[in-house]
């Protein structure tokens, strides 16, 4: 990467912020999730009852950025739902257009601080063995590979890899 390079992924870095989603984001949510296809998809009920299930049983947070014309955009989220302390991340989505400027990334630290600062044990996902881009992502947090379910998804058949991060000892 070019010095510009690199400053220019900072900008774009630094002109997201991260904050708790509500129901109003539900509507941009969804319709980012429909632009993903492999991403999991969930119904508008499942989300909502994750956003109204903060702080105690859930962290959903969306990125967002303001565009062209000064609007605020939501740009990615990450949902997880909490259980018994442990935490599973249901699904985190990047705007096309903006991935690879370190949303993704923002998304994760941001979740990993609240996981950490929570009475969590272990941070939990599963991901299709395809998809390289959400498994670069959680590799590079720390997450590590623990286990394969076999055909686990379908539309198409694939195996889910399993990735964990534990609290430190
Ligand atoms: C996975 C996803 C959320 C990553 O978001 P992103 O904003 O593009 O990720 P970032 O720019 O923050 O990248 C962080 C790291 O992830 C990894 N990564 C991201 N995209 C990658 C790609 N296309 N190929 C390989 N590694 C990739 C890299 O390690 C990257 O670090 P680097 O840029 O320093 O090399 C995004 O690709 C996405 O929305 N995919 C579709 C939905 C999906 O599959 N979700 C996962 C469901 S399990």
């Known amino acids: 990467m070019s010095a510009g390079d690199a400053n220019s992924q900072r900008g774009a870095e630094a002109a997201i912020s991260i904050r708790a989603a509500n129901l109003n984001d ?29 702080p105690n049983a859930a962290c959903f947070q969306v990125a967002e950025r303001v565009g062209g014309e000064g609007a605020i955009q939501i740009c990615g989220f990450l949902c997880a739902r909490i259980v018994a302390g442990e ?16 949303v993704g990334a923002q998304l994760m630290r941001s979740l990993i601080e609240r996981w950490e600062d929570s009475a969590g044990t272990a941070l939990m996902l599963e991901a299709r063995e395809s998809n390289a881009a959400a498994r670069a992502l959680y590799e590079q947090h720390g997450m590590r590979e623990v286990g394969r379910r076999r055909d686990y998804y379908r539309a198409p058949v694939e195996d889910a890899i399993l990735y964990i991060l534990r609290r430190a000892e």
């Open 26 to 54: 539900l509507p941009a949510i969804l319709a980012l999730e429909k632009t993903a296809p492999g991403a999991a998809h969930w119904s508008a009920s499942h989300y909502k009852s994750r956003v109204e299930s903060q």
């Open 87 to 102: 935490w599973e991340i249901e699904n985190v989505v990047v705007a096309q257009k903006l991935r690879r400027h370190g």
